[in-house]
């Protein structure tokens, strides 16, 4: 242990990941995912237009 050995250490490098190869399987999956999340943002947007969910019941005052 000398002087120069205090202080933080630098960490070590992580290895790259290699990018797996990916089979009709897993290009399937992605495509569907990116599907469902299309049609979702669509709903999303469709749905903030509108107001409230709750407005066409039976209105209940509170006098009795």
Do not use: H, W, Y
């Amino acid at each position: 242990m000398s002087g120069r050995d205090g202080g933080k250490k630098k960490p070590l490098k992580a290895p790259k990941k290699q990018s797996k190869e990916m089979d009709d399987e897993d290009m399937a999956f992605k495509q569907k995912q990116k599907e469902e999340q299309k049609a979702m943002e669509q709903l999303k947007a469709k749905a903030a237009g509108k107001g409230p969910l709750t407005g066409g019941g039976i209105k209940k005052s509170g006098k009795k």
